[in-house]
């Protein structure tokens, strides 16, 4: 990987948070079931509250057996990976940018959702200004844990991710649908770091 390519690996992926990232959390209060699946069928919206308070939906637009393709507010689409938690497959003016990763499990998955469940992925990725990049993501469920954000308080199951260059962090309610993400970058500015809570969901019609 070349070390100016950081920048552009940071700005794609989906979701999370790292070292000393304040994400409040209580003790959950009851055992948390397996999570078979994360939510994500087409006519989903999910609203969010970013780290400067802003608000901006996103929903979800496609589906496979395999992924989903979310669109937000900002005309940003995401393919992502429905069996795990690996980089996105593909985005398209996210930022400006547009680019693309290859992802290969190299152990089993960590679905269904349950503490101590992990798995890696092998990845490279490139974007649209001809950046290359590769690495591992390793992600773990680290515990259970009780969040508040605008929607209400929810138990959830923490999933912590990461590679070389960041930290990833998603809470993951009984029901698959996440209600809180965090990205920390490792190395260069923290003007990189992310975090999302959730301000509604609105599941798609039956």
Known sequence: MRLGLITAAIFLAVGACTPGAELPTSPVSAAMPPVEARRGEVGDVFVWQHQDGSQRWVKVIAQTATEITLESETGCTRRVRRDGFAPATEWRQCGGASGSHTAERITPSIL??????SERWRFSGTNSDGDEWDGVRTCSVVGAASVTVPAGIFDTHHVRCENPWLVYEWFVRADGVTVQWA???????????????????????N
């Open 183 to 205: 990205r920390t970058a490792k190395t260069g500015s923290r003007d990189q770091n992310r975090l999302a809570r959730l301000v509604r969901f609105t599941p798609a019609p």
């Open 112 to 117: 269904p959702l349950a503490h101590g469940r």
